[in-house]
């Protein structure tokens, strides 16, 4: 058992979380490379070991094994070769969760191609902004036709036009198109590892998120090929993924929630991915998917739980998931306990960010405190500081820091902004990364979100955290969702603004309103209750799904 884990960690088991921080090592090796060194070598020793299993909308189902994937991973790499695309070009895909989009993510890893995944919500700016920052060389995506309706239309702003490929039944050969349905499973399965000049280093970039773009143009987060070992924290000791067994997380091949539960990590513990591709989230189509993937351990957003709670769950058994994460946006108490009261799960918080993986979690070597996102990984410093960078007391609210971090951090860790070092040197100079995220630590060592730098209200002298106030209001049965930001007041200079999805059956009124806000009042302190409350039928977001605080922010500015 964990045979391709135990060569990266020799030492997996410990006593207690300090025995966790002291012993737990990742080994590095030289010129690592995850398509070689972790999908090959599982092809290699159990050829017949599951990867995959997936499912669709109309409950479909297929199943790959490691030499499925080693087999079509050279395919892919093939395909891309034989169409000019050599290491170091950039491949942008767009494949929400199609099988192909596993075995061409670690084909261009086999190739040295950097692969920029993206979202099917791309509109064409979105696209033509990606393709001119990063030089894109091919886009491949599925042969939807909204989605290519979006790409024809965004390439005349291409500044160099990139070779498009698409998956699916139309070709799309009049645009000159490349069919990769057609053309992947006709290439040769054998595959030589390159040498030399052509073979990866570790300190090649391999893999290029856009930033959710939540206070401005999405940022280039680029990382190298030692980036999967990070996630061996984040899949073993967080998601607490087992050997053959199968880890469900639910989220599109576009966002770094897929490297951090879908690809990476799982792969090297041994464990399948469990895929449920969807084109359109709904609560009760996800519970029958959860019901044909039977995953053991599973992980989702807040807001998969948020709307999970609102659904009859009554007629699910859930009882073959032992254990349940939440991570990419703060988890409120009301929804840890629900889900609790309905499943019997504890939710188990994460903190990381796509620069990184897993930086704070609930491990299991404590209790979870509902709310909290845990201790600090051990390969990370963390430290909380003010504005100066110098350390803050327990109990004080502070921006969370990777100390210690030099000008590569920890494996697994971010090699800064592509092609943008001024935005890098301001978030990490002097050997200090700074998260732009608040929180405080509590004298047990476990930390509590407060925000994003930006999202901290100063309302007449206090320091108020938008997340507080949002877990107080989502605790009434009339929120489904909310945002609370700072709005302008020309007396306190500040007050709390609470904007508001009501939950079905609820209808907006003045009499909910001083509910709503008596209700806060009575939940935490009652000067952070929101003074202006508003009801609107939806939340900007970004195309991840994140809420746009800075929006709601901007639109007030300019009201005042």
């Given amino acids: 058992m964990d045979y391709i884990l135990k060569r990266f960690c020799p030492n997996l088991e410990f006593d207690s979380y300090e025995d966790f921080c002291r012993n737990f090592t990742i080994n590095v090796p030289e010129c690592f490379n995850f398509g070689y060194d972790v999908v090959d070598e ?36 093939n395909f891309f070769q034989s169409h000019g695309i050599k290491k170091g070009d950039v491949v942008m895909l767009i494949l929400k969760q199609r099988p192909e989009v596993w075995f061409s993510m670690v084909g261009l890893c086999k190739l040295g191609a950097v692969c920029i995944p993206a979202t099917y919500q791309l509109t064409p700016k979105d696209i033509s902004y990606r393709c001119n920052a990063a030089d894109v060389k091919m886009i491949v995506s599925v042969a939807d036709e909204e989605i290519v309706g979006h790409i024809i239309n965004a390439l005349p702003a291409c500044n160099q036009r990139p070779i498009v490929a698409t998956l699916g039944p139309c070709s799309y050969a009049e645009h000159g198109f490349l ?19 052509d073979a990866t280093t570790n300190d090649d970039c391999m893999l290029i998120y856009f930033s959710s773009g939540t206070t401005g143009m999405p940022k280039m987060v680029w990382h190298d090929f030692t980036f999967p070992l990070g996630h061996i924290t984040t899949a073993r000791f967080w998601q607490h993924v087992q050997e053959n067994t199968v880890h469900m997380t639910q989220s599109d091949s576009g966002w770094a929630k897929f ?37 053991t351990t599973f992980c989702a957003p807040a807001t998969i739980y948020r709307f999970l709670i ?45 620069e990184t993986p897993v930086l704070l979690a609930n491990y299991g070597f404590f209790p979870v405190r509902p709310g909290s996102m ?50 890098t040197r301001r978030s990490w100079h002097d050997g200090m990364y700074n998260t732009g995220d608040t929180a405080w630590r509590d004298a047990d060592g476990y930390y509590w979100f407060v925000g994003r730098n930006d999202d901290v209200i100063k309302c007449s ?65 009652p000067y952070k209750y929101p003074r202006i409350v508003e009801f609107v039928s939806e939340l900007p977001k970004t195309i991840s799904g994140k809420i746009q605080r800075n929006v709601i922010r901007k639109a007030d500015e300019r009201q005042s």
């Fill in 310 to 354: 609102k659904e009859d769950l009554s007629g699910y058994d859930l009882s073959f998931i032992k254990h349940a994460g939440v991570a990419g946006e703060p988890l409120n108490p009301e929804v840890y306990h629900k889900i609790k009261e309905l499943t019997g799960l504890a939710l188990n918080e994460g903190f990381g960010q796509t």
């Fill in 42 to 77: 599982w092809a290699r020793v159990e050829p017949d070991k599951l990867a995959l299993l997936w499912t669709d909308d109309a409950a479909n189902m297929r199943s790959y094994t490691f030499a499925d994937v080693s087999r079509i991973s050279n395919q892919a790499a």
């Fill in 461 to 525: 002298g206090y320091r108020i955290g938008p997340f507080e106030v949002e877990s107080a209001l989502l605790e009434h049965p009339s929120v489904l969702e909310c945002a609370v930001t700072a709005a302008p007041d020309p007396v306190r200079g500040q007050v709390v603004k609470a904007t508001i999805v009501l939950a079905r059956g609820f209808e907006a009124s003045e009499a909910l309103k001083k509910e709503l806000q008596n209700h806060v009042k009575r939940v935490t302190a």
């Fill in 179 to 197: 069919n990769y349905s057609d053309e992947l499973y006709r290439q040769d399965i054998q595959w030589q590892r390159p040498t030399g000049k």
């Fill in 259 to 295: 490297a951090w539960g879908k690809i990476y990590g799982q792969w090297i513990c041994g464990a399948a991915i469990g895929a449920y591709d969807t084109e359109k989230f709904h609560s009760h189509d996800m519970l029958e998917a959860i019901l044909r993937l039977h995953p």
């Fill in 374 to 423: 845990g201790k600090p990984n051990p390969c990370f410093d963390l430290d909380l500081v003010d504005e100066n960078g110098e350390s803050v007391e327990d109990g004080v609210v502070g921006s969370i820091v990777i100390r210690n971090a030099g000008t590569h951090g920890p494996v697994g860790m971010f090699r800064g902004y592509y092609r943008d070092e001024e935005v």
